[in-house]
């Protein structure tokens, strides 16, 4: 495994990472939209609050403790299925660097680490979508190309 550079963290998220700017660094990824303080705890209090009920949704982040800001993030989620006898899979979303900490090998230590929470909750297999450029960074990280993503944006 890739060491974290000096002085940063590896952790689950937390209610203050609004003000660390976790929401900006999902900005590489996709519009986020401008989150008031009360409607970021309403999602993160949300998932909180249910996380057990049924879908077990993690969220991760690596912070630079000098400055105090959220530089990397992503999101496992898990899915109870009927098939495999009452099956678990693991779901990965939104993995985001900052754009000027990229190639720091922060993706890969998101990823291994939200691999690792797959298969200890119990997953028989974690999957995501991604673009074809980064086929070569998922395949770097463990996983291989299988099937294709469908969309229906309503
Ligand atoms: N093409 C080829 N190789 C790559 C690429 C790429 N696009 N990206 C990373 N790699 C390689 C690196 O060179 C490195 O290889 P090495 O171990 O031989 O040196 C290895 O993959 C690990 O790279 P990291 O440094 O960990 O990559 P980084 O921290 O930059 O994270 C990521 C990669 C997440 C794609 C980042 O660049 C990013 O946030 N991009 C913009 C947003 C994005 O596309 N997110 C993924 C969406 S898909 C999803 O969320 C499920």
């Known amino acids: 495994q890739a060491a974290l550079p000096p002085n ?36 993160f209090d949300y998932i909180k609050r249910h996380n057990h009920e049924c879908t077990y949704n993690f969220t991760i982040v690596i ?31 939104d993995i985001a660097v900052d754009a000027s900490q990229q190639g720091k090998k922060l993706g890969l230590r998101i990823i291994h680490a939200l691999m690792h929470i797959g ?9 995501l979508d991604c673009s074809a450029k ?3 960074f998922y395949e770097k990280c463990g996983f291989t190309q299988k099937e294709y993503e469908m969309a229906w944006y309503v």
């Open 8 to 43: 940063h963290t590896i952790r689950a998220l937390r209610s203050g990472d609004y003000e660390r700017g976790f929401l900006q660094v999902l900005e590489v990824l996709t519009e986020v939209g401008n989150h008031t303080k009360e409607e970021w705890l309403e999602r």
């Open 63 to 93: 912070t630079d403790d000098v400055k105090d800001r959220v530089v990397a993030a992503g999101t496992v989620f898990v899915e109870r299925k009927f098939v495999h006898k009452n099956g678990l899979v693991g779901h990965i979303e």
């Open 119 to 127: 298969a200890k909750r119990g997953c028989y297999k974690v999957i």
């Open 134 to 136: 980064n086929i070569p």
